[in-house]
């Protein structure tokens, strides 16, 4: 693994700020800002490593060597930074999904239309397999992000489930994490729980994505050594098909809503509309402007984010 100065890791760091406010999102992946700032490939090769080999090189030669062979300091930085951004964003993503959901949106487009770029540079043999790979993962993400949502659930065993699945969409790029919590119920009782607090609520949410973290990266680790073109184009079309999910102006839909909360609050059917259609401010001027701050941070990302830190 890559030795790393203080530096370098506070990089890391700040990736893990920028995955987790992604990842509180509905929409957004924070597979893609893992991807597009070079340390998507190492955060699976790393996780890979959590494994048996890893218990008996503990056992047999010590904390220090297990440490590295996992990887470990690299996961202390970033999941330090997805925890910081997740628990002192929850409230305020909250907060513009509620009163600026045009503006937010806006800029989450345009930061998956630059990574969409990015990645698919990646790319340098378009055969007839990685363009039908592309048109799958398209395909896929636009029918998830297309489902309207359902009620809460908040049982137990039910929210380790929900972490153990949700947690395999948030480290695909493209894919929201978030949203999968929105189609399984469970999104609103997670985020309450980090905005209250809830230790049990939260750790039994963890133990979920533990679960899923160890089983499905390991899929992921076997794409991208046997099929790292194909995965690459899955990868590019899951970013267009959520490009629907994330789209800014949308207007509620039909005469009842979907989900009545307990605190009174309402879940609409939401449909996509051009901006002159919008069932309320459009705010096209400062909705293009957040759309190219998105772009732009990412491309600055990319040109200045140091790969090998």
């Given at each position: 693994m890559k030795e790393r100065n203080l530096f370098h890791l506070s990089l890391?760091?700040?990736?893990?700020?920028?995955?987790?406010?992604?990842?509180?999102?509905p929409g957004v992946s924070g597979g893609t800002i893992a991807?597009?700032?070079?340390?998507?490939?190492?955060?699976?090769?790393?996780l890979n490593n959590i494994n048996l080999s890893a218990l008996r090189i503990l056992f047999k030669e010590g904390l220090k060597?297990?440490?590295?062979?996992?990887n470990g300091t690299f996961f202390v930085f970033l999941f330090g930074g997805i925890f910081i951004s997740i628990v002192s964003l929850a409230k305020i993503i909250s907060y513009l999904l509620k009163n600026e959901p045009v503006l937010?949106?806006?800029f989450f487009f345009g930061l998956i239309v630059a990574s969409v770029w990015l990645i698919s540079k990646s790319i340098k043999n378009w055969s007839v397999g990685v363009i039908a790979s592309l048109l799958i993962g398209t395909a896929i993400a636009f029918y998830i992000s297309s489902i309207q949502t359902v009620a809460n659930v908040d049982a137990n065993w039910y929210i380790i489930l929900s972490g153990a699945i949700a947690i395999c969409a948030m480290i695909l790029p493209g894919i929201s994490g978030s949203f999968?919590?929105?189609?399984?119920?469970?999104?609103k009782v997670v985020l309450e729980a980090v905005e209250d607090r809830n230790i049990l609520i939260i750790g039994l949410f963890l133990t979920g994505c533990v679960v899923g973290l160890m089983s499905f990266s390991r899929l992921l680790k076997y794409l991208f050594e046997k099929f790292k073109e194909v995965t690459f184009a899955l990868l590019t079309g899951f970013m267009v098909g959520s490009l629907y999910k994330v789209w800014p102006w949308k207007n509620e839909i039909g005469s009842t809503p979907l989900v009545i909360h307990s605190d009174g609050s309402e879940d609409w059917a939401m449909q996509?509309?051009?901006?002159?259609?919008?069932e309320g401010q459009d705010q096209l001027a400062m909705a293009v402007l957040s759309a190219l701050g998105g772009l732009l941070l990412i491309i600055i990302l990319e040109r200045f984010a140091p790969k090998d830190s």
């Open positions: 890391v760091t700040l990736r893990g700020i920028a995955m987790g406010a992604a990842d509180v999102v991807f597009i700032t070079g340390i998507y490939e190492e955060l699976i090769d790393s060597p297990f440490w590295k062979h996992i937010l949106w806006s999968i919590l929105v189609l399984l119920g469970s999104y996509n509309v051009l901006p002159a259609g919008y």
